[in-house]
């Protein structure tokens, strides 16, 4: 018996990703939704919040909803730190996302280190 799954999620860490007052929450929001309008996913919400440091540390959550889920990026700006994960659970491709978010991070941020890339099948159940 194959097991199978109802969805893929692809997950993203970084290093060296310094975001400033160029670079910014709004900028990754940005990233994340022309991703989304580039896959066969739809966009149904898009949110981020910036942290500026005095209760959390600096950098920002953002969410890109979708219809088969959701892409996420939670960013730690003063120590270089990004997560991102792009989660879907219909027929689009995560990887293909996660593709085009990296692409466009290493065009701004030649210096960040791609740290680990997995992926994870999601809800599997016997075929």
Not at 69 to 83: N, P
Request: hydrophobic share 45%.
């Amino acid at each position: 018996m194959t097991s199978q799954s109802q969805g893929l999620h692809v997950f993203l860490d970084y290093t060296g990703a310094y975001f400033d007052e160029h670079l910014d929450a709004e900028w990754m929001l940005s990233v994340m939704r022309k991703a989304v309008s580039a896959s066969t996913a739809r966009e149904v919400h898009a949110h981020v919040a910036a942290f500026d440091g005095t209760v959390s540390p600096p950098g920002f959550a953002a969410v890109v909803l979708i219809d088969e889920s959701h892409i996420t990026a939670h960013s730690y700006a003063d120590r270089g730190l990004l997560a991102v994960d792009c989660f879907t659970c219909g027929s689009t491709d995560p990887n293909l996302v996660a593709d085009h978010l990296h692409q466009a991070l290493v065009d701004v941020f030649p210096d960040a280190v791609l740290e680990r890339r997995d992926q994870v099948k999601r809800f599997l159940h016997g075929g």
